[in-house]
């Protein structure tokens, strides 16, 4: 009898997408051309990689995405949070098992959300290289007219 309490209050402690989506997800990095640095921030600790690869981040947070390499111009991808069905399916089933504790846990981890797009995926446009500035010509004197004519 005492087991079932203890399994029946962790049930109601924790959020049901909680305990089956976790609170932080993969997200891929891909660009053409590869080998583009791309620098992910919004976590707790900033983190850079180099292109095709991949992070673990926390549903909740706030994520941006910059890729940057020389010769081209650089792009920003902020990405979304989307409560996808699977994410729903696991916030309605507090209401059953894990009540409103569950889905104050859920919705303060994000549990619940994923982040879109995803995979993230970038063409880089090269950089147009700046003309240099064009000075203008003087004008030429006048010619002084010829002796003899």
Known sequence: ?????????????????????????????????????????GMEVPTTCTTPCSVVIKRNADISITFQKEGYDPQIIPLSRDIPTSGAAGFAGNLLLGGVIGMGVDAATGA??????????VTMQPSVPQAAPRTPKKPRPPRAPEAGT
């Not at 619940?112 to 995926?121: G, L, M, S």
């Open 112 to 121: 619940a959300t994923d982040h879109k797009p995803n995979p993230v995926i």
């Open 1 to 41: 009898m005492r087991s079932i309490g203890i399994v029946a209050l962790s049930v109601m402690l924790g959020g049901c997408a909680s305990v089956t989506r976790g609170t932080t997800e993969n997200i891929s990095i891909a660009s053409t051309p590869s080998g583009v640095e791309a620098v992910v921030s």
